[in-house]
């Protein structure tokens, strides 16, 4: 009887309040937007157009579709995004970077390899206002400091990190189950299971790697030098990866081709995953975003027979094949439009509920959905990945120079690869050129 008289009282204060509101609905109109205090939502004040430029992936087709729904659902904001390869995405934006004029875009996806070069050249805006001001609203203690401090110089924040990224293995259940396959640990296994596969041919190729261009080549060297023991500087900034693991590193690319379609070295990230879901290869070696289109069954043939396991290395307890990158949007130090609403609208996009959205396309920046067990739980792909960092993932180095140093190396590596030149020659070839380089930009 008394929980009944509760329920009844509430309902009458309720219908009280309503009837207030109702009856002061005339005296007091709606605020205008820009009446609008700022903890009332995000909002627009004036006409405004945000363009977004990145690359074409799963995970960022989500972050786009999400912002292109802020410039519906947001009074005075107009939308508009460019998605690209890899290679497009890194070369456009240098230009669109170092332009005089005012940049095309407010925000431009980077990661962590390009940021030294961004932040030494001054070419995108400190971030550490909006994000002291906005911290409570957005939550932005979720996202972990090790990943504000990739996007960030001397204290200094220049990026907004939305997610984490590696490569590994990506395999064929249902064939390592048929042949009693294991997945490999080292590049011995890895030959010795690609063996296996070209044996019984039920696949046209066995593997594949992106080793598109300069930006493939250079991610691919990158990965095999580390896993060697190489580095690309030594403790002085001078070039070292014209060495012993550095030719080791080609010869191992070049030792893969025979496993690989004919066309590889014009691959992308986009042509390896679809030739992974069209059972044209067995096994790849590809970033963990790549893991929501290769399990989708309306883009898949192989969705229901995908298995995720650590990226190899060249012998048990080594530094993995991999590269462990962290991506984040910045705003051009060219912007021609207000860098706190375009920081409000970046911060609107990765809030936690997109963030658990995107969790089976990419492992997200937030630490409460990454880490969450029974999202790790539902995304085998988590697992590997985070047994990947644990063998010891490395990122590449942060050095002002590195940008253009790796794509120099890049297209050395290519031509090496295409038979054009020896490893030998190649590195030689890429030490030189990087060291003027440097000089001419005055690090050495």
């Known amino acids: 009887m008394r929980n009944n008289k509760k329920v009844i009282l509430t309902v009458v204060v309720l219908m009280l309040v309503l009837m207030v509101v109702g009856c002061g609905k005339e005296a007091a109109k709606d605020p205008s937007p820009a009446e609008k205090p700022i903890e009332e939502g995000f909002v627009v004040e004036t006409p405004t157009t945000i363009n977004m430029f990145g ?18 659902t947001t009074p005075n904001l107009t939308v508009n ?17 170092s332009a005089g004029g005012t940049s095309p875009y407010e925000i431009l996806q980077a990661f962590n390899g390009w940021m030294p070069e961004y932040i030494h050249n001054q070419w995108v805006l400190p971030l550490n206002e909006y994000v002291e001001k906005y911290r409570d ?11 504000w401090d990739v996007c960030s110089d001397d204290g200094v924040i220049y990026g907004f990190p939305f997610q984490q990224n590696l490569q590994h293995i990506f395999y064929r259940t249902d064939l390592f189950e048929e042949y009693n396959l294991q997945p490999p640990k080292t590049f011995d296994e890895l030959f ?38 190489g580095e690309w500087f030594d403790e002085n900034d001078n070039p070292a990866f014209n060495s012993e693991a550095g030719v080791k590193a080609i010869e191992l690319l070049k030792k893969l081709l ?11 990230n986009s042509d390896v995953s679809v030739a992974f879901q069209q059972e044209l290869v067995a096994v790849i070696n590809i970033w963990t975003s790549r893991a929501g289109e290769i399990t989708d ?71 409460s959905v990454a880490e969450n067990p029974s999202i790790i739980a539902a995304h085998p792909n988590y697992v590997a990945v985070m047994e990947t960092i644990e063998n010891g993932a490395k990122s590449y180095p942060i050095k002002p120079y590195f940008g253009s140093a790796r794509l120099i ?31 001419e930009k005055g690090f050495k």
């Not at 609203?137 to 990943?147: C, F, G, K, P, V």
């Open 192 to 229: 010795q299971v690609l063996d296996v596969l070209k044996e019984k041919g039920d696949t046209q190729y066995q593997f594949a790697l992106a080793l598109d261009g300069a930006s493939g080549a250079a991610t691919e060297f990158n990965n095999a030098l580390i896993a060697f023991g």
């Open 409 to 439: 190396v890049g297209s050395y590596v290519a031509k090496a690869l295409a038979g054009e030149i020896t490893a030998e020659e190649a590195l030689k070839k890429a030490e030189e050129e990087v060291l003027k380089d440097m000089q």
């Open 55 to 72: 690359m074409r992936f799963a995970a960022m087709e989500l972050f786009e579709s999400k912002m292109k729904e802020l410039g519906k």
């Open 297 to 367: 069954p309306t883009v898949s043939k192989v969705a229901d027979r995908v298995g995720f396991a650590p990226a190899p290395s060249s012998v048990i307890g080594g530094i993995p094949y991999t590269n462990w990158t962290q991506d984040m949007f910045v705003i051009p130090a060219n912007v021609g439009g207000d860098p706190e609403l375009i920081f409000r609208f970046i911060a609107e996009t990765l809030k936690y509920d997109t963030m658990v959205e995107a969790a089976p396309l990419a492992i997200g920046s937030r630490s």
């Open 137 to 147: 609203e957005y939550d932005l203690d979720d996202i972990s400091q090790s990943l």
């Open 258 to 268: 025979p496993y690989m379609p004919r066309e590889v070295l014009s691959y992308t």
């Open 81 to 97: 995004t460019k998605l690209v390869g890899w290679s497009d995405l890194e070369n456009q934006s240098k230009v669109i970077l």
